[in-house]
């Protein structure tokens, strides 16, 4: 009987247990934490987000995007859905293309994997850390908190560095350096962003929605969505949806600025016209009376003292100059971010294992025959969405379809 672990029962481990479960293997899911799937239960807010149906490499931050093209010809979303009804589990698509549980409960998402590894005879070794895995002639020993155990194959899906609080952990990487993989720097993603703005603590808890856009950069890079002020800078929708591209970016630069237009339904043209009517009809309106017509009272504030303006000033006596200053402002406020928010913060990490020295068809090393890597370790991060999650289910997919094929026809040839 072949003996396969598999370290990380995130989705992809535990995709790749059900996928690779048979008669003829013994199967150990290893789990640092207490159960499994912990980022699966925090996804969409606990409602579960739990994968998009555009699952295209454009939505997706890699330097090798065929690999992502490839892993999800191979295994679609199509492929998943069934996957799930198979198990009783079905799913709901909403009009942005991202997919939920029926139920809506990423509880309930969990407890049907649990039936499902339980009644396949997986063993689930929660609150159990592995610290070495060592190959031995052709067998990888494996010394964890319970002991030491052969193996002969190894599937390693520990996730990534975010999110320490709920098991991101290094040690993933350190085991491909040590089977000579190349590690791409790693990078917080869908996380938020800091800014030294002085005008914050007036902010701290104002939302608006708005257009986002990084500066000075060819490929126009816009998001949509909500921008939240936080005591250390932006967060919300909007920006969790650029920070991909900006802590990349910050890898090879001292800083990023972010070009917030808090208007979006006009431009520089027509909102000034809108301006000048008003102060047409309204001249003795102050300035803060004209700005909360479009933005938040506090915004509006710390808008004005931006730009050195008097909030209670008579519309009437504010000339073409200062109205061209003000509108600039809403349609492309900047703000200099120097650093993200952190690791800690961050839902996932971009950077990873180079994966031309993965096979694409199964998420086996080319350089160590046995030896897979899968989901989030991997070079590749998505958009916010449910893109991340359906990586790493096809990947667990593909790496539990070849470990099954591997050991029948080690059986076979015996």
């Known amino acids: 009987m072949s003996k396969i672990a598999i370290i990380g029962a995130g989705a992809s481990g535990i995709m790749a247990a059900l996928v690779a479960s048979n008669n003829d293997l013994e199967i150990d899911l290893y789990e640092k934490n207490n159960s499994i799937g912990k980022k699966i239960l925090i996804s969409g807010n606990g409602r579960c987000n739990i994968s998009n149906i555009n699952l295209k490499k454009e939505n997706y931050i890699t330097q090798n995007p065929d690999f992502v093209e490839n892993v999800f010809k ?5 492929n998943f859905k069934k996957f799930c009804e198979n198990m009783g589990l079905y799913l709901r698509v909403e009009q942005d293309g991202k997919v939920y549980p029926f139920s809506n409960s990423a509880k309930s998402v969990i407890e049907i994997f649990k039936e499902n590894l339980k009644e396949k005879k997986v063993n689930i070794l929660t609150d159990t850390v592995v610290n070495e895995i060592i190959k031995k002639d052709n067998n990888f020993i494996i010394s964890s908190s319970i002991g030491i155990k052969k193996y002969d194959m190894v599937l390693v899906c520990v996730g990534s560095y975010a999110a320490e609080q709920l098991g991101g952990t290094l040690v993933g990487y350190d085991i491909a350096k040590k089977f000579n993989h190349k590690i791409i720097n790693i990078f917080p993603s869908l996380v938020q962003l800091e800014t030294n703005f002085k005008s914050l603590s007036i902010l701290n808890g104002v939302k608006m929605d708005a257009k986002v856009s990084i500066v000075g950069i060819r490929e126009k890079l816009k998001t949509n969505g909500d921008v939240l002020f936080t005591k250390y800078g932006l967060s919300g929708f909007a920006i969790l ?4 591209y900006v802590c990349k970016m910050l890898q090879n630069s001292d800083s990023v600025v972010l070009s917030v237009d808090f208007i979006k339904k006009y431009n520089r043209q027509e909102l000034l016209g809108i301006f000048q009517k008003i102060q047409k009809l309204h001249g003795h309106y102050s300035l803060i009376n004209l700005l909360v017509g479009f933005i938040n009272i506090k915004l509006s504030k710390a808008l004005l003292l931006e730009l050195n303006l008097n909030k209670d000033v008579k519309i009437k006596n504010i000339g073409l100059k ?22 800690k913060y961050a839902e996932v990490c971009g950077g990873g294992i180079d994966t031309t020295k993965i096979k694409d068809k199964t998420m086996e090393s080319k350089l160590v025959n046995n030896l897979y890597f899968a989901g989030e370790l991997l070079d590749v991060v998505g958009k916010r969405g449910g893109y991340n999650l359906a990586f790493a289910w096809s990947c667990g997919y593909l790496a539990g379809l070849s470990i099954k094929k591997k050991s029948a026809l080690k059986k076979r040839s015996f």
């Open 74 to 78: 191979r295994f679609d979303f199509n």
């Open 241 to 244: 949806d650029i920070s991909p």
């Open 322 to 343: 200062d109205m061209r200053m003000i509108v600039n402002m809403l349609v492309d406020w900047r703000f200099e971010i120097k650093k993200s928010h952190g690791f």
